[in-house]
Nanobody, 126 residues
Framework: QVHLAESGGGLVPAGGSLRLSCVAS????????LGWWRHPLDNEREREFV??????????RYADSVKGRFTISRDNAKNTVYLQMNSLKPMDTAVYYC?????????????????WGQGTQVTVSS
């Protein structure tokens, strides 16, 4: 069992930055790949993949829409995964979720994630 708790969301103007954090409690944190997903507030799109980092931290993958702007990282000593978001755009407005997957690879399928946090809201004003 893994419990995930996100923080760091808020309101930011376009072009600004935020850093999201997700602290995990439970066992075997280092065995999980950790991902960030988001659900836009307009509800016109489904929950979408943002970024994932492998259990070792050696491999990452990003959605095309955030490449070059967002960076995912993890600190296994602190049981924490981060999402640094720069050059934010109004289209990034969403509830952001942290998720844990026991799949070894950097999976982008939501069905590979067994545990999800409650989410933190990010609003980017134009």
């Amino acid at each position: 069992q893994v419990h995930l708790a996100e923080s760091g969301g808020g309101l930011v103007p376009a072009g600004g930055s935020l850093r999201l954090s997700c602290v995990a409690s439970g066992r075997a944190f280092t065995k999980y790949a950790l991902g960030w997903w988001r659900h836009p507030l307009d509800n016109e799109r489904e929950r979408e993949f943002v970024a994932v980092i492998s259990s070792s931290g050696d491999n990452t993958r990003y959605a095309d829409s955030v490449k070059g702007r967002f960076t995912i990282s993890r600190d296994n000593a602190k049981n924490t995964v981060y999402l640094q978001m720069n050059s934010l755009k109004p289209m990034d407005t969403a509830v952001y979720y942290c998720a844990a997957s026991p799949v070894f690879a950097t999976t982008t399928s939501r069905y590979d994630y067994d545990y999800w946090g409650q989410g933190t809201q990010v609003t980017v004003s134009s």
